[in-house]
C-alpha cells in the first residue's frame, strides 16, 4: 500500500514560512560544501505530490519561474479557485483526506504532502502520515507560519534516522 510522507523544512522554532509567507531563510549556516541532498533519495519512492495553492504559487513564482519542478510526479493542488489542469498539475478543490484514501488504494508509488501548513495539518489530525521527513533550519523567526498548528492529539513518533549537515538538522520519524 502506498505510503504518505510529509518531507518539509521548519525553523528551529517550527515555522515553515515568514510571517509575510516568505521562504527566504531556508538555508543552512553558510557552509555550501556541506550541503547533502536528501530530496533526491527522499524523491525516489514517490509518484504524486499534494501541495496547497499558496505552495504552488510560491514554486511557480519564486522558486523555479521557469520550469516545473515536479515534471516526474502527478501533482494535486488545493485550491477553491478555477485553474485548468493539465496532465501532470491537476488543480482541484476535492477533500485532500478523501482523495489520498482513494489514491492510496491504486498502484503506484508513495503520497508526499508538500505544503502548506493547512493542508500538512489536515493529514497529521487524521494521523494519516506515516512518514515524517522534518528538516530543521538554524534561524529562530519568532512567527510566521506554524507547521505543527495548536490543539489536535498526540501522535506517538519513533526517530528512525538524523543526518546533520551545514546547520541543518534532517528528522526522519514513523508513526508508532
Known sequence: ??????????SLDGYIADSEGKIHWLTGQGNDGEDIDVYSEFIKD????????KTYDQIVTELSPDQWVYEELTAYVFTHKQKESSEKIRFTDQNPIELVRKLKEEKGKDIWICGGADL???FIKEDMIDHYYITVIPTLLGSGVRLF???????????????SYNGMVDLVYVRR
Open 120 to 122: 500538512a495539518q489536515q
Open 1 to 10: 500500500m502506498r505510503k504518505i510522507s510529509l518531507f518539509i523544512a521548519m
Open 46 to 53: 514517490v509518484d504524486t505530490v499534494f501541495m496547497g495553492r
Open 149 to 163: 498548528g495548536n490543539g489536535g492529539q498526540e501522535i506517538p513518533l519513533r526517530l528512525i534516522h538524523t543526518k
